[in-house]
């Protein structure tokens, strides 16, 4: 058996999503700057997207700026807020993911910005009092304050109405990268009072290389890329039409489906979670997953074995598609900073599971079986 548990990587995409792709590609080839019938086509079709995508958060079309996923748009947003909104101090968490962590401390080391990171708690959330004190601290200064709802390695989420409050008193900017949790929550950026979130279409069964930044109607950015007037002159280069209208059909089965797909999928962490703990002693979970946590994330801390350095491999070989999170379990030469951050045990190997509406019970029967198995042969 072939089982998929790395979604929180990327989705396969649906197939419904697929075939509203592929007529655009056969058919609305015009360039949407073009003034022609065959532009005006597809600036009609990104147009409709763009209401279309602004409805689902409670936006305004010209809130939403489409990018080439989360990495540029957290981008954008950090370094337009340095370049353009006066922004003299980033508030962050050292467990954000690195297209804010590593913007943030480039922009430190040119001299730009105060760097200030936020501590987290012994479950993984970030400090909301800490926060406070920062912001409290630091009043005088231009802030932009960017902490991402769900962590995607633990799955811990952020109160995002509470911080966007708090940053509003302080009078501070805040940007969330919302690239787990879109597609899987309802946003309502009206009512959260946010200045910037993102979205990756792969994130929930679109499209790789589509993505938005949403930008509060009263904050104003330049692009960081230039060379043309597309996306109302925030972002040069010529439309993603293709995945504009793959991303937009992600979010309406997204939406459409929602309450299913969430009971589901949470059922399944939920059987995982208990399974794991009735059958492998010793087991334990990073972050808080029994808690506020993204139903799509599960980080799972194992017991010392002799194939620590192989037990990534080890699910690959029997067929279960994982990812690691500390140095030992992932092949990589850098441990997770997410589980540096929280004070995880680094000694032991950890690997996340990440759930979508595609798996399913038989599927995490047959992992539990590969971890059984793998732990049952070096008992």
Same mark, same amino acid.
């Given at each position: 058996?072939?089982? #998929?548990?790395?979604?929180?990587?990327?989705?396969?995409?649906?197939?419904?999503?697929?075939? $509203?792709?592929?007529?655009?590609? =056969?058919?609305?080839?015009?360039?949407?700057?073009?003034?022609? %019938?065959?532009?005006?086509?597809?600036?009609?079709?990104?147009?409709?997207?763009?209401?279309?995508?602004?409805?689902?958060?409670?936006?305004?079309?010209?809130?939403?700026?489409?990018?080439?996923?989360?990495? =540029?748009?957290?981008?954008?947003? /950090?370094?337009?807020?340095?370049?353009?909104? *006066?922004?003299?101090?980033?508030?962050?968490?050292?467990? =954000?993911?690195?297209?804010?962590?590593?913007?943030?401390?480039?922009?430190?080391?040119?001299?730009?910005?105060?760097?200030?990171?936020?501590?987290?708690?012994?479950?993984?959330?970030? !400090?909301?009092?800490?926060?406070?004190?920062?912001?409290?601290?630091?009043?005088?200064?231009?802030?932009?304050?960017?902490?991402?709802?769900?962590? !995607?390695?633990?799955?811990?989420?952020?109160?995002?109405?509470?911080?966007?409050? /708090?940053?509003?008193? #302080?009078?501070?900017?805040?940007?969330?990268?919302?690239?787990?949790?879109?597609?899987? #929550?309802?946003?309502?950026?009206?009512?959260?009072?946010?200045?910037?979130?993102?979205?990756?279409?792969?994130?929930?069964?679109?499209?790789?290389?589509?993505?938005?930044?949403?930008?509060?109607?009263?904050?104003?950015?330049?692009?960081?890329?230039?060379?043309?007037?597309?996306?109302?002159?925030?972002?040069?280069?010529?439309?993603?039409?293709?995945?504009?209208?793959?991303?937009?059909?992600?979010?309406?089965?997204?939406?459409?489906?929602?309450?299913?797909?969430?009971?589901?999928?949470?059922?399944?962490?939920?059987?995982?979670?208990?399974?794991?703990?009735?059958?492998?002693?010793?087991?334990?979970?990073? *972050?808080?997953?029994?808690?506020?946590?993204? #139903?799509?994330?599960?980080?799972? !801390?194992?017991? !010392?074995?002799?194939?620590? =350095?192989?037990?990534?491999?080890?699910?690959?070989?029997?067929?279960? $598609?994982?990812?690691?999170?500390?140095?030992?379990?992932?092949?990589?030469?850098?441990? %997770?900073?997410?589980?540096?951050?929280?004070?995880?045990?680094?000694?032991?190997?950890?690997?996340?599971?990440?759930?979508?509406?595609?798996?399913?019970?038989?599927?995490?029967?047959?992992?539990?079986?590969?971890?059984?198995?793998?732990?049952?042969?070096? $008992?």
């Amino acid at each position: 058996m072939k089982v #998929y548990l790395d979604n929180a990587a990327t989705t396969p995409m649906d197939k419904e999503v697929i075939d $509203a792709m592929l007529p655009i590609m =056969e058919n609305n080839f015009g360039n949407p700057s073009s003034v022609h %019938s065959f532009g005006r086509s597809s600036r009609a079709i990104i147009e409709k997207s763009r209401k279309q995508v602004a409805t689902y958060i409670n936006a305004a079309p010209g809130e939403i700026f489409f990018t080439s996923g989360g990495t =540029e748009a957290d981008n954008m947003v /950090l370094r337009g807020a340095v370049n353009d909104l *006066g922004v003299t101090h980033i508030i962050t968490s050292s467990a =954000e993911h690195h297209a804010v962590i590593d913007t943030a401390e480039i922009l430190e080391k040119q001299g730009r910005v105060k760097l200030s990171l936020v501590k987290h708690d012994e479950k993984g959330y970030v !400090n909301i009092i800490h926060l406070k004190e920062l912001l409290e601290e630091n009043k005088g200064d231009k802030i932009l304050v960017s902490l991402m709802h769900a962590n !995607n390695e633990i799955g811990n989420k952020l109160p995002l109405k509470k911080v966007a409050t /708090l940053c509003k008193e #302080y009078g501070a900017f805040f940007h969330s990268d919302t690239v787990q949790t879109m597609g899987h #929550y309802t946003f309502d950026v009206r009512d959260l009072g946010i200045d910037f979130i993102t979205c990756a279409a792969h994130k929930f069964h679109g499209p790789k290389g589509i993505g938005f930044l949403f930008v509060n109607q009263d904050v104003q950015l330049k692009p960081i890329i230039t060379g043309g007037a597309q996306e109302r002159n925030v972002r040069a280069g010529t439309e993603n039409i293709i995945g504009i209208v793959g991303l937009t059909k992600a979010m309406e089965i997204a939406y459409r489906d929602l309450e299913q797909h969430q009971k589901h999928i949470q059922n399944l962490k939920t059987y995982m979670i208990d399974q794991l703990e009735k059958t492998i002693p010793g087991v334990g979970f990073n *972050g808080d997953p029994k808690g506020d946590s993204l #139903y799509t994330v599960l980080n799972v !801390n194992f017991p !010392n074995s002799d194939m620590d =350095e192989m037990l990534l491999y080890n699910f690959d070989i029997d067929g279960v $598609a994982v990812s690691g999170g500390s140095a030992c379990s992932s092949g990589s030469t850098v441990a %997770s900073h997410v589980l540096k951050t929280i004070g995880a045990d680094m000694s032991k190997p950890s690997l996340r599971f990440s759930f979508s509406k595609y798996n399913t019970k038989e599927e995490i029967d047959y992992t539990l079986e590969v971890v059984k198995n793998l732990f049952t042969a070096v $008992a």
